[in-house]
């Protein structure tokens, strides 16, 4: 008999604290779901993490609550690797290795690299080489599919250039990876400023909805969600953006389709609706912070330090064949 291999999913989280609904119905509860079906490697890139402004002390701690939250939402050490970048130096190097082969004009022209630019981040070599790192993440060890939200859509092209790029110059040793991007909720938006994407790092905590909120807190987010004077609910994302994410976010929370939302709730009143829309959420989330309060630091450092030697291992034959291709193969 014979046992084929499960495709291999990698993807990867900023320990960068916040973890939000938009992270939850965009990328982790699809890392989540894959878990049994195919070969899942998880990672706490905490590398990417020092390309923006930040207290070490504070680094450290939120590499472990990262790991925690990714625990409490489901995802499981005995079936997913689950370590932090850090603990891999194949990563940096294999970075270098891709920096020798990435094109500045392609780095320039990442629109995130561009978002936080314009933002006042400190422009340097880190944070323009960012997605070279990502890049080294996944290639390093062969992934097929990588579960991701829509913002990582650019970075993820690019990936897949370099690996072919490598491929074509070196001899075939990086399968190209595929994004896996949800239909709905790829891109949930803020509720402050429906026309910008959820994000951790925008500085009104009322925008986003921490995914170990709380009832209360989900519920006077949802009411306050930013919407329009037309009273009607309906899906536009143009003319109504806020409306429409709250139907994305109802969507994916309850599993029913947009229309069907719609049709139900289409002269309801904006107040009705998005009571519907708090308690879908409150439903989704609540079981996640009983099972966050059950989970002690140790136990979340024992399960990286396992991580972190069984992603070494698992990397360095793979990295050896980089290594060889590319003409540092060693004495
Ligand atoms: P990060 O830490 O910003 O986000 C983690 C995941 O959440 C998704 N996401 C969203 N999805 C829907 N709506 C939103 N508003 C939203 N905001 C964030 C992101 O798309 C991501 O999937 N560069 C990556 C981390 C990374 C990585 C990798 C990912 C480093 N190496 C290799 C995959 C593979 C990032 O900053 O994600």
């Given at each position: 008999m014979t046992t084929e291999a499960k495709p291999r999913i990698f993807s990867g989280v900023q320990p960068t604290g916040n973890i939000h609904l938009g992270n939850y119905l965009g990328a982790f509860r699809n890392w989540v779901a894959l878990q049994d079906d195919y070969d899942t490697i998880y990672c706490i890139v905490d590398l990417h993490a020092m390309t923006?402004?930040?207290?070490?002390?504070?680094?450290?701690?939120?590499?472990?609550?990262?790991?925690?939250?990714?625990?409490?939402?489901?995802?499981?050490?005995?079936?997913?690797l689950l370590y932090t970048q850090s603990q891999v130096p194949a990563h940096a190097e294999l970075a270098w290795i891709l920096g020798t082969m990435t094109p500045m004009g392609v780095l320039g022209r990442m629109t995130q690299y561009k978002d936080k630019t314009a933002r006042g981040e400190r422009a340097d070599l880190g944070l323009f080489s960012y997605p070279v790192l990502m890049a080294a993440d996944i290639l390093l060890y062969r992934a097929n599919l990588v579960p991701i939200?829509?913002?990582?859509?650019?970075?993820?092209?690019?990936?897949?250039d370099l690996a072919e790029r490598f491929n074509n110059r070196f001899g075939e040793v990086f399968p190209i990876p595929e994004a896996?991007?949800?239909e709905t909720s790829a891109r949930v938006m803020s509720l402050t400023e429906p026309h910008n994407k959820m994000s951790k790092s925008d500085e009104q905590e009322r925008s986003r909805i921490a995914v170990l909120d709380d009832a209360d807190v989900i519920r006077k987010r949802i009411r306050s969600a930013v919407t329009d004077s037309d009273p009607e609910v309906r899906y536009d994302v143009e003319a109504k953006p806020g409306i429409s994410n709250l139907l994305e976010i109802m969507s994916a929370t309850t599993g029913r389709s947009i229309d069907d939302l719609v049709a139900e709730y289409a002269h309801s009143g904006y107040g009705v609706f998005k009571d519907a829309v708090a308690e879908a959420v409150v439903e989704e989330l609540a079981p996640y912070r009983e099972t966050y309060r059950s989970l002690s630091n140790g136990d979340v450092r024992a399960v990286l330090h396992d991580g972190g030697t069984k992603?070494?291992?698992?990397?360095?034959?793979?990295?050896?064949?980089?290594?060889k291709a590319v003409g540092i193969k060693g004495y």
């Open positions: 923006v402004d930040y207290d070490p002390a504070e680094l450290e701690r939120e590499r472990i609550d990262t790991a925690k939250v990714l625990m409490a939402l489901g995802v499981d050490p005995e079936r997913s939200g829509d913002d990582q859509r650019q970075h993820m092209e690019m990936t897949r896996y991007i949800p992603a070494n291992e698992l990397a360095a034959p793979y990295e050896r064949e980089v290594r």
